[in-house]
């Protein structure tokens, strides 16, 4: 059997996050009543007008630069013509052969192995509305809200070769768009999201094979899922002996299967052609020069930084930095004097935790950097243990606050006294004399159990260096 690799491209849409639509007045506020965000224009009415969104284009612009594509002084809207009952129109109007934004590139790091994708093009679009299928009714709605809401699709080149630079790729781009603060980057809601091109070929071929696209997956689980099955869905049917049908599947994350949906379309069944009620799009030079200074420090140089400043590892560098607002909380627990690499592992483990448990982002925490790097401090102090700071965490967390002083209040300050760990130290070993001749007998392992007993003695409040220390002596 030959072997086959395979050759993807994605296509990620992104809602841009504009107060209004993108060629109309019309807010885009999610979980609004059916059919509240719609007016003549979003609605396709004979006779009105489109009116271009400046910041969606504003917004479009930003996320070329940050991928290293031209932006193009001048770009063309087109129609985009199908029918579909939540296109109300009977066309959407997109961008064709004059994107605003061509040629970047995106580069990733998969297994510690760097590779750069390939960005074809940045164009902008409009959403369509949302058909919604009702069994109890035996009837479909349509809810026009999305309607004309402006969306970017950031086409990429065939470059990825499997599920994880596909996932690393997305990762990196939604990380981008969030830093910008041009896309809440929510798969869950669908204002980021991806269509995923998928062939396969025989090792060394260079010719493409035939390829299936898989619409609208929104999760990165599902999208590797996705892919993985449909690789080993083509590569069962080229072994069998069946032909691979160029065709549009969706993914059923229940069954963790593809599912024929339509034949592909190819761009000449869509009849582009440009939209005569809008005039090309001209960005002015100054404006782009404007627009480019205003880029913020993006994922890519951040986790440079942090390497570099911070001394962290490129592992604990990339998780800092795949949110936005996490990287700043990050930035000022050090700035208030908490130690880079303390402060990361405490951000990585306990307080990411907390964050996910409670569905937060860093910046609605109210446990404030400050108070984090406070934590460190204590804990490197003596006061308490980590294992202490460990149990008090959810609620420092929850309420916020200064730990030193919720640690007084509480009485869990670390026992550091030798004298009365020596009083608590002696009672264990005399509660557990057989245990202390066999540990002089050479059985050193029972340390743990002494060390143990010491802890559970003082409530985990003793000093576990101080309890080692003076055990080892106590029993030699």
């Known amino acids: 059997m030959p072997q086959y690799e395979a050759v993807i491209g994605l296509e990620v849409h992104a809602q841009l996050l504009t107060r209004s639509k993108i060629f109309c007045a019309c807010s885009t506020a999610f979980g609004q009543d059916p059919n509240e965000n719609v007016c003549p224009v979003c609605a396709g009415m004979p006779g009105v007008l489109p009116v271009l969104n400046a910041t969606a284009v504003e917004y479009a612009a930003k996320m070329g630069m940050a991928v290293e594509c031209a932006v193009n002084p001048v770009s063309v809207f087109a129609r985009k013509n199908y029918f579909y009952p939540d296109l109300p129109k009977g066309y959407q109007i997109s961008q064709y052969e004059n994107p605003v934004c061509e040629r970047g590139r995106v580069d990733i790091l998969v297994d510690a192995v760097p590779k750069t994708i390939g960005v074809t093009r940045i164009h902008m679009e409009e959403d369509a509305g949302k058909n919604i299928h009702s069994q109890a009714d035996n009837a479909s709605y349509v809810d026009l809200n999305r309607a004309c809401v402006p969306l970017i699709e950031i086409v990429s080149e065939p470059d990825m070769r499997s599920s994880e630079e596909a996932v690393a790729y997305l990762k990196e781009l939604r990380s981008i768009l969030v830093y910008l603060g041009i896309c809440d980057g929510n798969m869950e809601e669908g204002s980021f999201r991806c269509d995923a091109n998928i062939s396969i070929r025989p090792v060394g071929q260079k010719e493409f094979g035939t390829r299936t696209e898989i619409k609208n997956v929104n999760s990165f689980r599902h999208v590797r899922q996705a892919i993985d099955y449909e690789i080993q869905r083509q590569k069962d049917c080229l072994e069998d002996g069946e032909p691979i049908v160029q065709e549009t599947r969706l993914y059923n994350p229940e069954k ?41 420090e993006l994922p890519r140089a951040k986790r440079a930084r942090f390497m570099e400043d911070f001394g962290l590892s490129a592992y604990d560098a990339d998780v800092l930095t795949a949110e936005r607002d996490v990287a700043e909380y990050f930035e000022a627990c050090v700035a208030a004097g908490g130690d880079p690499k303390k402060s990361a592992n405490w951000i990585m483990s306990e307080f990411l935790r907390e964050l996910a448990e409670a569905k937060i982002s860093a910046k609605a925490a109210r446990l404030r950097p400050a108070d984090l790097a406070k934590l460190v401090a204590v804990i490197d102090s003596g006061l308490i243990s980590g294992k202490i700071a460990k149990q008090i965490f959810p609620e420092l967390f929850a309420q916020g606050g200064d730990p030193e002083a919720l640690v007084k209040a509480k009485g869990l300050v670390q026992i550091s006294d030798t004298s009365a760990l020596e009083a608590a130290i002696d009672a264990v070993i005399a509660a557990n004399p057989a245990e202390a001749e066999a540990f002089r007998g050479g059985k050193t392992k029972l340390m743990g159990f002494f060390v143990g007993q010491v802890m559970k003695a003082t409530r985990g409040q003793a000093n576990p260096g101080l309890v080692n220390e003076l055990l080892a002596k106590k029993l030699s």
Do not use: C
Request: hydrophobic share 35%.
């Open 256 to 296: 963790n299967v593809t599912v024929s949906m339509r034949g592909k379309e190819e761009a000449h069944d869509y009849r582009y052609f440009p939209d005569p009620d809008l005039v090309p799009l001209r960005i002015a030079p100054e404006k782009l020069e404007r627009w480019r200074a205003e880029l913020p």
